[in-house]
C-alpha cells in the first residue's frame, strides 16, 4: 500500500509540472495617475503590499494621553473591529480549505457484515450463513492539469489579503473617527468655556442696567433686551451640552462601552496642527488599505477567469483502493487478504469523446465564464473608483487645511477687535454716551465671532485627522512652515 501512495504522488509530480492556466496574465488596472496634487505636493504610484500592515500609532502626534488611552481601548474593544478581524480569519479558513485539493484524499474503511441468504431460492449453492470484513484505504487525487486548482487557490489567497487590507482600512476608520469625535468633544467644551464667561458677562451687564434702570437712567427695554440676551446665551449653552453628551455617547460606543459606564469630564485641550513635508513619501498612500483591497479583489476575480476557464476541460482524479478482506476476522491482516486497484477517473462535459460524456448543459458552463468575466470589469471599476476617491480625500483635506489656517487667523483677529469693540461701547454706555443698543449689537457680535472662532480651531484640527487617514496612517512630519 506504501508502493501505491508513492506512485500516485510520483506521477501527481509529472502532471503537475504538465500543467497549465487559462487564467489571463494580470496587469494592474490602467489610470491616469497626476504627477502632483491639485492643491499642492507630489505622489507616487500606489502598491497593494504595504497596506496590509498596521498603520501605527498616527494620534499620538498630537500628544494627548486622554486620546492615547481612547484609541488603545478602542483597538482592544471596538466590536466593529472585532467583526471584520472574524471576517479575515473567515477569509482565510477558505483559502486554506482551496489549497488543501493540492494534496490527495485519504480516507479509511473498516466494516463488518453478517448475512444469511434465502434457503428457498432455485439458484442458492451458497452457504446460508456468511461474514465479510473489510479493512482498506481509499486515496483520490485531483490531477490540476489545467489550473482550476492553482488559480482558485491564487484567487481565495487574495480575497483573504483583501479581508486583512479591509480590517487595516475599519481599524484605520475608526482610530480616525474616534479622534475626531475627541476633538469635536473638546471643540464642544472649548465653546462651553465661552459659553460660561459669556453668561456671566451677560448676567453682569444685566445687573449692570437695572442699577441703572433703578436710578431712571435706563429704560424697561434695556433692561428686557438685556435678559432677552442672557437667556439666548444659556440657550446656546444647553444645545452645546446635548451636542457634548452625544459626542461622548459615540466615543464610548467606539470604544467598546455602554455610555451609561462612560464619561469624559470637561478639559483644556490645546489645538495644534501637524504638517507633512512638501516632498510625500511613497508609503503614504501606498499603506492606504482600501486601495490595497480593491486590487487584491482585481486580482482574485482575474484567477477566477482561470478557473471558468479550466471547467469547460475534463477534471482528471486518480483513485487508489488497498486494503484487506476476508470472511474470518481472524484471517483478516494476512497477506492472501489484500487487494488494491488503480486507475485514473474522468468527467468530461460537452463535446469531449470519452465516457461519462454530457452532450448538452444549457449554456451553464458559457454562463459562468460570463459572469467570472463581469465581475473581473466590476472590481477594475471599483479599483479604479477607490483610487479616484482617494485622491478626493486627500485634495478635500490638503485644501481644508490651507484655508482653514487663513481663516484661523482672520476670525482671531475678528474676535479681538469685536471684543475691544464691546469694552468701549460698554465703558461709553457708563458715561452716558451710548445706549444699551450698542452693548447689545456689539455682545452678539463678539460672541459669534468667538464662537465661529472655536468653531474654525476646532474643524482645522478634525481636517487634519481626516489628512492623515486619507493619506493612510502613519507619516513623517514637519513644522508649520513646511506646508503654505
Same mark, same amino acid.
Given at each position: 500500500?506504501?508502493?501505491?501512495?508513492?506512485?500516485?504522488?510520483?506521477?501527481?509530480?509529472?502532471?503537475?509540472?504538465?500543467?497549465?492556466?487559462?487564467?489571463?496574465?494580470?496587469?494592474?488596472?490602467?489610470?491616469?495617475?497626476?504627477?502632483? $496634487?491639485?492643491?499642492?505636493?507630489?505622489?507616487?504610484?500606489?502598491?497593494?503590499?504595504?497596506?496590509?500592515?498596521?498603520q501605527g500609532e498616527w494620534w499620538k502626534i498630537f500628544g494627548d494621553e486622554t486620546l492615547n488611552q481612547l484609541e488603545t481601548e478602542a483597538d482592544f474593544h471596538n466590536q466593529t473591529l472585532k467583526a471584520s478581524f472574524a471576517r479575515y480569519k473567515e477569509s482565510r479558513a477558505v483559502a486554506n480549505a482551496t489549497r488543501a485539493a493540492y494534496f490527495?484524499?485519504?480516507?479509511?474503511?473498516?466494516?463488518?457484515?453478517?448475512?444469511?441468504?434465502?434457503?428457498?431460492? @432455485?439458484?442458492?449453492?451458497?452457504?446460508?450463513?456468511?461474514? =465479510?470484513?473489510?479493512?482498506?484505504?481509499?486515496?483520490? $487525487?485531483?490531477?490540476?492539469?489545467?489550473?482550476?486548482?492553482?488559480? /482558485?487557490?491564487?484567487?481565495?489567497?487574495?480575497?483573504?489579503?483583501?479581508?486583512?487590507? =479591509?480590517?487595516?482600512?475599519?481599524?484605520?476608520?475608526?482610530?480616525?473617527?474616534?479622534? &475626531?469625535? $475627541?476633538? %469635536?468633544?473638546?471643540? #464642544?467644551? &472649548?465653546?462651553?468655556?465661552?459659553?460660561?464667561?459669556?453668561?456671566?458677562?451677560?448676567?453682569?451687564?444685566?445687573?449692570?442696567?437695572?442699577?441703572?434702570?433703578?436710578?431712571?437712567?435706563?429704560? %424697561?427695554?434695556?433692561?428686557?433686551? #438685556?435678559? @432677552?440676551?442672557?437667556?439666548?446665551?444659556?440657550?446656546?449653552?444647553? =444645545?452645546?451640552?446635548?451636542?457634548?453628551?452625544?459626542?461622548?455617547?459615540?466615543?464610548?460606543?467606539?470604544?467598546?462601552?455602554?455610555?451609561?459606564?462612560?464619561?469624559?469630564?470637561?478639559?483644556?485641550?490645546?489645538?495644534?496642527?501637524?504638517?507633512?513635508?512638501?516632498?510625500?513619501?511613497?508609503?503614504?498612500?501606498?499603506?492606504?488599505?482600501?486601495?490595497?483591497?480593491?486590487?487584491?479583489?482585481?486580482?482574485?476575480?482575474? #484567477?477566477?477567469?482561470?478557473?471558468?476557464?479550466?471547467?469547460?476541460?475534463?477534471?482528471?482524479?486518480?483513485?487508489?483502493?488497498?486494503?484487506?478482506?476476508s470472511a474470518l476476522i481472524s484471517r483478516l491482516v494476512e497477506l492472501p487478504s489484500l487487494f488494491w486497484a488503480l486507475g485514473p477517473a474522468t468527467t468530461l462535459v460537452l463535446t469531449k469523446p470519452l465516457a461519462n460524456l454530457i452532450l448538452f448543459d444549457g449554456g451553464y458552463l458559457k454562463a459562468k465564464l460570463d459572469q467570472a468575466n463581469a465581475?473581473?470589469?466590476?472590481?477594475?471599476?471599483?479599483?479604479?473608483?477607490?483610487?479616484?476617491?482617494?485622491?478626493?480625500?486627500?485634495?478635500?483635506?490638503?485644501?481644508?487645511?490651507?484655508?482653514?489656517?487663513?481663516?484661523?487667523?482672520?476670525?482671531?483677529?475678528?474676535?479681538? /477687535? &469685536?471684543?475691544?469693540?464691546?469694552?468701549?461701547?460698554?465703558?461709553?454706555?457708563?458715561?452716558?454716551? %451710548?445706549?444699551?443698543? =450698542?452693548?447689545?449689537?456689539?455682545?452678539?457680535?463678539?460672541?459669534?465671532?468667538?464662537?465661529?472662532?472655536?468653531?474654525?480651531?476646532?474643524?482645522?484640527?478634525?481636517?487634519?485627522?481626516?489628512?492623515?487617514?486619507?493619506?493612510?496612517?502613519?507619516?513623517?512630519?514637519?513644522?508649520?512652515?513646511?506646508?503654505?
Amino acid at each position: 500500500m506504501t508502493k501505491i501512495l508513492k506512485k500516485i504522488a510520483i506521477v501527481s509530480l509529472i502532471l503537475l509540472t504538465l500543467s497549465c492556466s487559462f487564467a489571463p496574465k494580470y496587469q494592474r488596472p490602467a489610470i491616469v495617475i497626476p504627477e502632483h $496634487y491639485k492643491e499642492e505636493h507630489t505622489w507616487k504610484k500606489v502598491s497593494p503590499h504595504a497596506a496590509e500592515v498596521s498603520q501605527g500609532e498616527w494620534w499620538k502626534i498630537f500628544g494627548d494621553e486622554t486620546l492615547n488611552q481612547l484609541e488603545t481601548e478602542a483597538d482592544f474593544h471596538n466590536q466593529t473591529l472585532k467583526a471584520s478581524f472574524a471576517r479575515y480569519k473567515e477569509s482565510r479558513a477558505v483559502a486554506n480549505a482551496t489549497r488543501a485539493a493540492y494534496f490527495p484524499n485519504i480516507s479509511t474503511i473498516f466494516n463488518a457484515d453478517r448475512q444469511h441468504i434465502s434457503g428457498t431460492t @432455485s439458484t442458492n449453492s451458497a452457504p446460508a450463513y456468511s461474514s =465479510d470484513f473489510y479493512l482498506g484505504v481509499d486515496v483520490s $487525487y485531483e490531477v490540476d492539469l489545467w489550473g482550476r486548482v492553482k488559480n /482558485a487557490v491564487i484567487s481565495n489567497d487574495n480575497l483573504a489579503k483583501a479581508a486583512l487590507a =479591509d480590517f487595516s482600512a475599519v481599524q484605520l476608520n475608526l482610530q480616525a473617527n474616534l479622534a &475626531a469625535n $475627541y476633538f %469635536a468633544l473638546r471643540g #464642544a467644551d &472649548a465653546v462651553q468655556r465661552v459659553l460660561n464667561a459669556t453668561t456671566n458677562a451677560y448676567q453682569h451687564v444685566l445687573n449692570l442696567i437695572e442699577v441703572r434702570h433703578k436710578d431712571g437712567i435706563a429704560t %424697561a427695554g434695556d433692561v428686557q433686551q #438685556a435678559i @432677552s440676551a442672557l437667556e439666548n446665551v444659556k440657550t446656546i449653552s444647553s =444645545d452645546n451640552q446635548l451636542r457634548r453628551s452625544q459626542l461622548e455617547h459615540a466615543i464610548a460606543v467606539l470604544v467598546g462601552k455602554l455610555p451609561a459606564e462612560f464619561s469624559l469630564p470637561p478639559a483644556i485641550v490645546k489645538m495644534h496642527s501637524v504638517y507633512p513635508f512638501r516632498e510625500l513619501p511613497s508609503k503614504l498612500l501606498e499603506r492606504r488599505p482600501d486601495i490595497a483591497a480593491a486590487e487584491r479583489r482585481v486580482i482574485a476575480a482575474n #484567477a477566477q477567469i482561470g478557473v471558468a476557464q479550466a471547467a469547460f476541460f475534463p477534471n482528471v482524479n486518480l483513485e487508489s483502493d488497498a486494503g484487506f478482506e476476508s470472511a474470518l476476522i481472524s484471517r483478516l491482516v494476512e497477506l492472501p487478504s489484500l487487494f488494491w486497484a488503480l486507475g485514473p477517473a474522468t468527467t468530461l462535459v460537452l463535446t469531449k469523446p470519452l465516457a461519462n460524456l454530457i452532450l448538452f448543459d444549457g449554456g451553464y458552463l458559457k454562463a459562468k465564464l460570463d459572469q467570472a468575466n463581469a465581475t473581473y470589469y466590476e472590481t477594475v471599476a471599483n479599483y479604479r473608483q477607490t483610487v479616484l476617491a482617494a485622491f478626493q480625500e486627500v485634495e478635500d483635506n490638503l485644501a481644508a487645511m490651507r484655508q482653514l489656517k487663513k481663516e484661523n487667523i482672520s476670525q482671531n483677529a475678528a474676535t479681538i /477687535a &469685536a471684543y475691544k469693540s464691546l469694552v468701549q461701547s460698554i465703558d461709553r454706555y457708563k458715561g452716558g454716551v %451710548a445706549t444699551y443698543l =450698542d452693548i447689545f449689537v456689539t455682545q452678539n457680535a463678539a460672541l459669534q465671532y468667538e464662537l465661529t472662532a472655536v468653531n474654525i480651531a476646532t474643524r482645522r484640527q478634525i481636517a487634519n485627522v481626516q489628512l492623515i487617514k486619507a493619506l493612510g496612517g502613519n507619516w513623517e512630519l514637519g513644522d508649520e512652515n513646511s506646508y503654505t
